[in-house]
């Protein structure tokens, strides 16, 4: 199953294992089957603290992680390979007693947590959020015996997937019951579970000295001016709703200067590395959601806590442009989805439309048509607007109609899902009804400064006004990256705008260090 270099490499990661794991497969005679046999020997070839047996189990093919020491219980529905096949490795770790990356009071959160705990979790393996929220999950399960999670691949279990109209991943049952769809991490997963974790958090945040650069935002441009701050000695903070930004749900990278391919995920977790190289107080899992401008700057967080910068960093990024018609909220996450490559595979043999006629939309146009059985690409404009290249391989597939000037105007669904979307000519006047089971977003972004409104000077598209030093319109709070009215949304000129705010701040800090001295004294 697995090729020799692999082998090699978790030969090697599996000499980490502290205590015997235990592989427990369910099997019929199926291909997917065969495969996690094959998987699964591989692996104890692979450490001689690995032992393997076959049971049934309620889901088949599966392949469960045990340790027997704890008796904790981390499971695999499918064949846990693409992104996912680093979640099986760091369960295998994880319940070999290798350290999990985790801070000492969260694990000793985790592990007192009162009740039972059932996770069940959908994903798709082209997925680039759902390893985080498996791996997150797992990590749980592997110190808490009370609490189990199992990744269930909905394109193998799709007769699962319709019966609880799953449409988007990762989606997570708790006990039974829906408990989130899309990312979450382990502090909001813990929030949800320990109604009291939020205030406690509150009180810690609220207790930290003034910094002397406070960034907004873990992008891009956030780690980046975050690095450039710690080097220059600066005591450096980032709050960080979720770290990696949009970046962690980009699959291909391929003009990343000196790096010819990386994925997202990747490029997020090396950023998230090189941060933690200095020393930066990283404050992720908070929102923040208003910004007082004294002589010292008052950052207030949606729990409540307050903290105080010298300086401010605004790199908040973009998120998905919504439609804003009709119905598109009442589906979203029921056919209504912005990610091709994580919801695509629930959407296998059937028809969708991309809305969009961009590079993004054409190129999850191309990646759907080898899923599905039909894509509509629907553009407002009179032509397409991506690159010529994407344009004629969209063109050459068969089964991806390209419509422009449609201007969609309606989704519509029978209550549970979605069934079709309403779109005017916007030539003719003429209406037209189109019946499919799936709508990608791909309109471009909007940046997250509604909380900045009345703040920072914006652009009438809500981006924040910089000058050439990262500067807004408000001596002492910078801005970096899409969230700045810069021209081109690009990660390579998110870092180096995160690096010039970083500096800029630095050089605003010298100029006025005595009135800031006196403020903080």
């Not at 294992?17 to 020997?41: F, Y």
């Not at 693409?82 to 985790?102: M, N, R, W």
């Not at 900045?452 to 970096?480: C, N, W, Y």
Request: net charge negative.
């Amino acid at each position: 199953m697995l090729d020799a270099n692999v082998k090699n490499q978790l030969k090697t990661y599996l000499q980490n294992l502290k205590h015997p794991v235990e592989l427990v497969v369910s099997a019929d005679d199926s291909k997917k089957s065969n495969e996690i046999k094959s998987l699964t020997q591989d692996i104890v070839d692979c450490s001689s603290l690995v032992t393997s047996s076959e049971k049934q189990d309620k889901r088949t093919p599966s392949l469960r992680v045990i340790n027997p020491q704890l008796g904790t219980n981390i499971t695999f529905a499918g064949l846990p390979m693409g992104h996912e096949f680093t979640s099986l490795v760091l369960a295998l770790l994880h319940s070999g007693g290798h350290p999990i990356k985790l801070a000492d009071d969260v694990i000793e959160q985790i592990r007192d947590l009162p009740g039972e705990y059932h996770f069940e979790t959908y994903v798709s393996l082209s997925c680039q959020t759902c390893p985080e929220v498996i791996q997150a999950l797992n990590m749980m399960a592997a110190i808490n015996p009370n609490i189990t999670n199992v990744m269930i691949d909905g394109a193998l279990f799709q007769q699962e997937v319709e019966s609880r109209n799953i449409m988007s991943v990762p989606s997570v049952y708790l006990n039974g019951e829906p408990f989130s769809v899309g990312a979450i991490s382990v502090a909001e997963i813990l929030n949800k579970l320990d109604k009291n974790s939020a205030s406690r958090k509150a009180e810690q945040l609220n207790a930290k000295s003034v910094f002397d650069v406070l960034v907004v935002g873990g992008g891009p441009a956030g780690a980046s001016a975050a690095i450039y701050a710690a080097r220059k000695g600066l005591n450096t903070g980032i709050v960080a709703d979720k770290f990696g930004g949009q970046v962690a749900e980009t699959v291909g990278i391929e003009n990343f200067i000196s790096v010819s391919k990386t994925e997202g995920p990747k490029l997020v977790a090396n950023l998230e590395n090189h941060v933690h190289d200095y020393d930066v107080d990283v404050m992720d899992n908070q929102r923040a959601v208003k910004l007082t401008a004294n002589r010292l700057f008052d950052l207030e967080l949606e729990n409540g806590a307050k903290l105080q910068g010298k300086t401010v960093l605004l790199a908040t990024g973009a998120r998905w442009r919504e439609m804003n018609v009709p119905g598109e909220k009442e589906y979203r996450g029921k056919g209504v989805a912005y990610c091709p490559h994580c919801d695509g595979p629930l959407f296998k043999g059937k028809r969708v439309a991309v809305i969009g006629g961009g590079n993004s939309g054409i190129e999850a146009a191309i990646d759907l048509a080898g899923i599905v059985e039909h894509v509509t690409v629907l553009e407002f404009d009179s032509k397409l607007r991506a690159d010529e290249v994407l344009q004629r391989k969209a063109k050459s597939m068969g089964n991806i109609t390209i419509i422009t000037q449609a201007q969609t105007t309606q989704v519509t669904g029978d209550g549970q899902r979605v069934t079709g979307l309403t779109y005017t000519n916007r030539q003719t006047g003429d209406s037209h009804q189109v019946e499919l089971a799936g709508i990608f977003v791909q309109i471009g972004l909007v940046p997250n400064t509604e909380w900045l409104k009345g703040v920072v000077e914006l652009t009438p598209r809500g981006e924040i006004i910089v000058d050439e030093r990262g500067q807004t319109s408000i001596p002492g709070v910078f801005a970096a990256g899409d969230v700045t009215n810069t021209p081109y949304k690009q990660i390579i000129i998110a870092m180096g705008s995160g690096a010039t705010a970083s500096l800029g701040a630095f050089d605003y800090l010298i100029r006025h260090s005595d009135e800031q001295g006196e403020q903080a004294a």
